[in-house]
């Protein structure tokens, strides 16, 4: 457990360096302790944010093979973000159609992410309608489908996607900010006004914008 809070430490604040140097002293421990499939997802956020996909390749490997560790659904997410995001579209692929078990939302989110940084319209537009099937309800999934066939000059495809999802009435969901003040966490959702103190919040933010 310490070892690979460590790792994961390291990796969530960008330092690659740091959490693969821990995982290289943890293996000289070999004999007291030997990584988990907590430890792999560590070293390969760390390889996505160093954009290090040997590396990240190297560790699926050893997870699988020599420590016999059965990839989750978390290490497919990581992996697939990581060739993502180098624009390794047909590995990306080769991992999806290899998947023990369905891919998640997660899993499509980072396909997208990949396909919107390099313009790869038609995987994304396939990784969106893969998110519209496990969530139809959520409007923002469509907006995004909507707006791929905009930019790719699909106007036919956009009316059909917005009458789907006037007729769905689906929502999408509205981005949220919270803070903690008195030992008490308040959420705030964009464009709503339920709070009770939603006039005194408005009008200390209309002198701020003023201000501004």
């Not at 790792?7 to 007291?32: T, Y």
């Not at 519209?132 to 956009?158: F, H, Q, R, T």
């Amino acid at each position: 457990m310490s070892w690979n809070s460590m790792i994961n430490c390291f990796a969530l604040h960008g330092e690659i360096g740091g959490a693969i140097s821990v995982f290289e002293e943890m293996m000289l421990c070999k004999d007291d302790v030997k990584p988990d499939g907590v430890t792999f997802v560590g070293l390969l956020n760390a390889c996505t944010h160093g954009g290090l996909v040997k590396e990240g390749r190297f560790y699926f490997d050893l997870m699988t093979r020599v420590y016999d560790i059965e990839p989750q659904i978390e290490h497919y997410g990581c992996l697939i973000d990581l060739l993502g995001r180098a624009g390794r579209f047909e590995e990306v692929m080769e991992v999806v159609r290899g998947m023990r078990m369905p891919p998640d939302e997660v899993v499509w989110g980072s396909l997208l992410n990949g396909c919107k940084i390099h313009g790869r319209i038609d995987l994304a537009e396939f990784a969106v309608k893969k998110l519209v099937e496990i969530d139809p309800n959520n409007g923002g999934y469509g907006a995004m489908l909507a707006n791929i066939y905009v930019e790719s000059g699909k106007w036919d495809e956009v009316r059909k996607v917005r009458k789907i999802l006037k007729e769905q009435n689906a929502q999408k969901t509205p981005g949220c900010s919270w803070i903690e003040v008195d030992n008490q966490v308040r959420q705030f959702y964009s464009v709503d006004k339920t709070h009770p103190k939603t006039e005194e919040i408005y009008t200390i933010l209309d002198c701020l914008v003023g201000f501004s």
